[in-house]
């Protein structure tokens, strides 16, 4: 699905801007309108710019809460025999912020093209440290990529709570 950036107006009259996906201009117009947004310019974005963007630091750095839920969320879809191109396409679709969906659609596009999800997170290093990159790596090559995450999902809450104790 093409994506498309898009500027516009809301109901109390601020600018807006932002990217999202759809199947035409028509669609993105009707899309923001049932937003409450109004739109003034839309550009689309191609393929070459979208991963650029990714590459040389377009909407890199997720939140931490952002990494764990992607990771819960990958982990269920893989769990649950959903191929991981689609379990990321389906992410792209419900991600909460901009910067998530252009790393699960980057990360995609890359997967897409033979790459393993490991090297595709690697682009995003410092949303995902290298030992997140060691253990999704060791998944794949072992065949059990969905325990893994399973794994790192439990790691991850594990050091969240702990970092909720200490600023508290």
């Not at 992607?70 to 901009?98: E, H, K, N, Y």
């Not at 998530?100 to 090297?119: D, I, P, T």
Request: net charge positive; aromatic share 6%; glycine share 10%.
């Amino acid at each position: 699905m093409p994506e498309y950036k898009y500027e516009g107006v809301d109901k109390q009259g601020k600018r807006v801007k932002g990217q999202l996906n759809a199947a035409s201009e028509g669609d993105l117009r009707v899309l923001l309108r049932g937003q409450g947004v109004r739109p003034v310019r839309i550009a689309g974005v191609s393929l070459v710019q979208r991963d650029l963007g990714s590459i040389l630091g377009g909407s890199k750095n997720i939140t931490k809460e952002e990494v764990l839920h992607f990771t819960r969320q990958l982990q269920v879809l893989l769990g649950s025999g959903v191929p991981l191109v689609q379990s990321l396409d389906i992410l792209a679709d419900q991600a909460s912020s901009a910067g998530l969906r252009s790393l699960c659609q980057g990360v995609k596009n890359r997967v897409s093209e033979g790459a393993f999800l490991w090297e595709s997170l690697s682009a995003y290093e410092k949303s995902f440290p290298r030992l997140y990159l060691a253990l999704v790596r060791a998944g794949e090559s072992s065949g059990a990529l969905d325990q893994m995450l399973k794994r790192l999902t439990a790691y991850l809450e594990d050091a969240d709570r702990l970092r909720k104790m200490l600023k508290a």
